[in-house]
């Protein structure tokens, strides 16, 4: 199920964003900070909107990762981030 950042629009696995967001708000393609995302997206236009609390970025610097998690999201997101440039 993929889903669609606010206001970018590149395109993430649900799932995958979902664990960044709780670490970083910012594109990993663009580094715009996004608030949410859009998943659920039908042919019809149609989508459902997941809008994100406020949050504050506990790293000082996008790639400065600081423990086996945040690194472990980091590769999903390059994964996803590899299957977005196939699309």
């Known amino acids: 199920n993929l889903s669609a950042l606010q206001w970018c629009m590149h395109r993430f696995c649900v799932e995958c964003i979902e664990k960044w967001s709780k670490q970083e708000r910012f594109c990993p393609l663009c580094k715009q900070t996004f608030h949410g995302w859009y998943y659920n997206i039908r042919r019809s236009g149609e989508c459902d909107?997941?809008?994100?609390?406020?949050?504050?970025?506990?790293?000082?610097?996008?790639?400065?990762?600081?423990?086996?998690?945040?690194?472990?999201?980091?590769?999903?997101?390059?994964?996803?981030v590899f299957i977005n440039i196939e699309d």
């Open 49 to 80: 909107v997941k809008k994100l609390a406020k949050f504050t970025s506990s790293s000082s610097s996008p790639l400065q990762l600081h423990d086996s998690n945040q690194i472990s999201s980091w590769q999903r997101i390059q994964r996803c």
